[in-house]
């Protein structure tokens, strides 16, 4: 069964974006998926009230405030939204259940040199090390120059940077609905879609 950790100290990156949107992925293949929402304010939760019946299930995973639960019998995969400032005990119990490790990044001077010490904390952590780590920009166009300073920071700490998720209305429209770029009609969302693709990949890696 694996879990995915959505995982950025820094507020503000687009990690309940992420977290949903790869929620809504491992639904639309079928799995039985489980969203937990580690952060305090309950923004994945609260999208999972918004999701329509219609749609592929997700299921909501209930966080003990103070202890990482392992997620119930039934479950195929699980994708949990950690909140900002993760670290100590919450973050080792976190990273013991991780078999992958998405770190959404803007590119911006204050998003790069913030992601830089968690990652340096997610080298040293013996559980965290197991897990595949991969970095997703975030509210970027892969053809500027910002996309290119992010894949030079990328490129100096050896971690992969996994796919873009760009800077569109589609996300803020979708997310008002409890929906993904998954749930409705490819013609709508095919620019997304493309930008998917190679996140897609590196999910369904084993």
């Not at 809504?24 to 994945?44: E, I, K, P, T, W």
């Not at 290119?148 to 569109?168: A, E």
């Amino acid at each position: 069964m694996p879990v995915v950790v959505i995982a950025n100290p820094k507020g503000g990156v687009g990690k309940s974006t992420l977290s949903t949107q790869v929620a809504g992925y491992f639904a639309s293949q079928g799995h039985a998926v489980m969203l937990g929402d580690a952060d305090r304010q309950q923004s994945s939760k609260l999208w999972l009230g918004l999701r329509p019946p219609s749609a592929p299930a997700i299921s909501s995973w209930q966080l003990d405030a103070d202890q990482i639960a392992k997620p119930p019998k039934g479950t195929t995969h699980v994708v949990l939204d950690t909140p900002a400032g993760l670290h100590g005990r919450r973050f080792k119990d976190i990273m013991k259940l991780a078999d992958m490790v998405l770190v959404p990044l803007q590119p911006s001077i204050f998003d790069i040199f913030a992601t830089r010490a968690f990652l340096d904390e997610l080298a040293q952590n013996a559980n965290a090390s197991k897990a595949r780590i991969g970095l997703v920009g975030m509210r970027v166009d892969a053809r500027t120059i910002a996309a290119d300073q992010l894949d030079t920071f990328v490129q100096s700490i050896g971690l992969p940077m996994v796919g873009y998720v760009r800077d569109t209305q589609n996300y803020i429209h979708l997310a008002a609905q409890g929906l993904t770029v998954f749930d409705v009609a490819p013609a709508r969302v095919e620019r997304d879609l493309e930008l998917w693709q190679p996140i897609c990949r590196w999910l369904d890696q084993r």
